[in-house]
């Protein structure tokens, strides 16, 4: 049986494959939201029903950035930032819910490596990235005064949220984009689109196989690549996939590189330059995985993802010039080599 690979690169707002398959033609969409390409392909079997699949699920998307974006003043987030210090549960929407609560089971998981309290340090690292200015010690340690996913507490029956230390901000990022291209995938399947997928910049969330295949293949850049794709890709159907690393955002010091990525627990953007492809049952489950198995060390990587079924890790590592790769076993089962994935239809 055939299979189909997708490259991901910048696509117009609507791109037709050109072959019908069961009476179903792809549709590729693409406009830009949460700071990156989000794009959406699906299978249906004429052109204006997927518009107004897509049209929703961008809609989808656009409601839930509106709530979640820690850059837009008014979101529901930041204005339950506003009332840390204030010890006080405050309700919140379902959607914010929904995604503290996963937010905290990722941060009690990972031993906090990845934790939604960071905000206050992740501005200083925006700053620093403008400004070219290393964060001295003394904003560190009162942005660090500020952090700590204990110090947020849940109200499961009146969905209500307390945030206890005084300047707390909350970020979403590492999770977010993983959230919200789920969320539009539900929606594409409720629609009656099952075979779709959603690639929120780089948090790729998978459904039923393309007609006539039997998943969907996604490549792997390279370790240190923007755009060279390793060898073996992955198959994949109802499932998501993420890759965080240090390709696209970080700041040199002194010669030293920084990543965008922080752990929560210094302050610090790391330094090593790791990429990391996480396998979940859902965006952002794999998009968490890929930020925290960024930052704990490989052998606790390799020991968290056997707490998700189907879960898979694939881990590179740069160690002064050497490459290391390190992966789950059940990384294997996902993976087919390029020459077979590349059969003419």
């Known amino acids: ?3 189909l690979f997708i ?3 910048l696509f117009p707002l609507l791109l037709l494959s050109g072959k ?3 009476g179903q033609k792809k549709y590729i969409f693409e406009r830009p939201e949460m700071g990156s390409p989000f794009t959406i392909t699906l299978y249906a079997a004429d052109s204006a029903a997927a518009a107004g699949a897509a049209t929703a699920a961008f809609r989808v998307a656009d409601t839930l950035n509106g709530l979640l974006s820690d850059y837009i003043d008014s979101s529901e987030i930041n204005r339950l930032s506003a009332t840390s210090g204030q ?8 959607p914010l819910f929904d995604i503290l609560w996963r937010s905290l089971e990722a941060a009690r998981l990972s031993g906090g490596r990845y934790d939604i309290t960071i905000g206050p340090i992740v501005r200083l690292w925006r700053t620093a990235r403008k400004t070219r200015v290393f964060p001295n010690k003394d904003s560190l340690a009162a942005a660090l005064q500020k952090t700590g996913y204990r110090y947020v507490h849940l109200d499961m029956l009146f969905h209500s949220v307390w945030l206890e230390r005084p300047g707390m901000k909350l970020d979403v990022g590492g999770l977010g984009k993983g959230f919200v291209a789920q969320a539009a995938l539900d929606l594409l399947k409720d629609a009656g689109f099952p075979s779709a997928m959603v690639n929120a910049g780089g948090k790729i969330v998978l459904g039923q196989s393309p007609p006539d295949r039997q998943g969907w293949v ?26 965080s690393g240090d390709i696209y955002q970080y700041v040199e010091f002194n010669g030293k590189r920084y990543s965008h990525i922080v752990d929560p627990r210094t302050g610090i953007g790391l330094t090593r330059t790791r990429n990391v492809t996480a396998i979940a049952a859902d965006g952002a489950t794999a998009d968490w995985l890929a930020t925290a ?6 052998r606790k990587s390799l020991r968290l993802i056997r707490n998700f079924p189907g879960g898979a890790l694939f881990i590179t590592e740069n160690r002064n010039g050497k490459i290391i790769q390190k992966s789950s076993v059940n990384f294997r089962k996902y993976q087919i080599n390029r020459a077979d994935s590349l059969q003419p239809e």
């Open 218 to 243: 996604i490549g792997i850049n390279a370790p240190g690549e923007k755009e060279a794709i390793m060898p073996n890709l992955l198959l994949l159907r109802h499932m998501a996939v993420a890759t």
């Open 7 to 9: 490259f991901f690169r």
């Open 87 to 94: 010890g006080r549960f405050v309700p919140v929407s379902p």
């Open 20 to 22: 019908i398959t069961n």
């Open 1 to 3: 049986m055939k299979k």
């Open 293 to 298: 198995c960024s930052i704990l060390p490989l």
